[in-house]
T-cell receptor
Framework: AQSVTQLDSQVPVFEEAPVELRCNYS??????LFWYVQYPNQGLQLLLKYLSGSTLVKGINGFEAEFNKSQTSFHLRKPSVHISDTAEYFCAVSPGSYQKVTFGIGTKLQVIP | DSGVTQTPKHLITATGQRVTLRCSPRSGDLSVYWYQQSLDQGLQFLIQ???????AKGNILERFSAQQFPDLHSELNLSSLELGDSALYFC?????????????FGPGTRLTVL
């Protein structure tokens, strides 16, 4: 069984400030890890994914995430946020195929002007 | 625009009714996935089809069924609807079966059961 915990349901941050959205997972097997973004009234869009290799993963829109196996974490970071980053962000884990993906409950990022 | 289309965008119906949600995957994608997003249960995987065949089932109720047609579009059928079925239903597609393939989501169908 696998699970995902997104530690913060809402994160307010001022524009141009850095942000970190936290994600911890548990799984008995090796996993693939994903971050998705959902803008209001839209579907999910893949930000980045970790499959193997380098633990620092760079994604779209200036986001990056670091896979930490010992801490079972996959936190999402951006050095300077923009108003347009206001959205809900979902961390997800799968054992290697999308059909068994488990999503976290989501973190709402609110960028304050 | 992800290239995945879903119709209708909104659907309002009554308890006990049956509805069909439609999804057209991105051109060339063989895998189609259905997800349900609700306030109380979050995002849940329902079912996956690959090139017309069912490949995996998640938390899909027996009242729900799906199929993928030869032209690769997919339909999700929801019957004997209950208030708790009100949710956003997303379709996603990917090229194949591997986790390495990027999954693209459609804009969703919002189902309201009154």
């Amino acid at each position: 069984a696998q699970s995902v915990t997104q530690l913060d349901s809402q994160v307010p941050v001022f524009e141009e400030a850095p942000v970190e959205l936290r994600c911890n997972y548990s799984s008995s097997v090796s996993v693939y890890l994903f971050w998705y973004v959902q803008y209001p009234n839209q579907g999910l869009q893949l930000l980045l994914k970790y499959l193997s290799g380098s633990t620092l993963v760079k994604g779209i829109n200036g986001f990056e995430a670091e896979f930490n196996k010992s801490q079972t974490s996959f936190h999402l970071r951006k050095p300077s946020v923009h108003i347009s980053d206001t959205a809900e962000y979902f961390c997800a884990v799968s054992p290697g195929s999308y059909q068994k993906v488990t999503f976290g409950i989501g973190t709402k990022l609110q960028v304050i002007p | 625009d992800s290239g995945v289309t879903q119709t209708p965008k909104h659907l309002i119906t009554a308890t006990g009714q049956r509805v069909t949600l439609r999804c057209s995957p991105r051109s060339g994608d063989l895998s189609v996935y259905w997800y349900q997003q609700s306030l109380d249960q979050g995002l849940q995987f329902l079912i996956q089809y690959y090139n017309g065949e069912e490949r995996a089932k998640g938390n899909i109720l027996e009242r729900f069924s799906a199929q993928q047609f030869p032209d690769l579009h997919s339909e999700l059928n929801l019957s004997s609807l209950e208030l708790g079925d009100s949710a956003l239903y997303f379709c996603a597609s990917s090229g194949g079966l591997a986790g390495e393939d990027t999954q693209y989501f459609g804009p969703g169908t919002r189902l309201t059961v009154l």
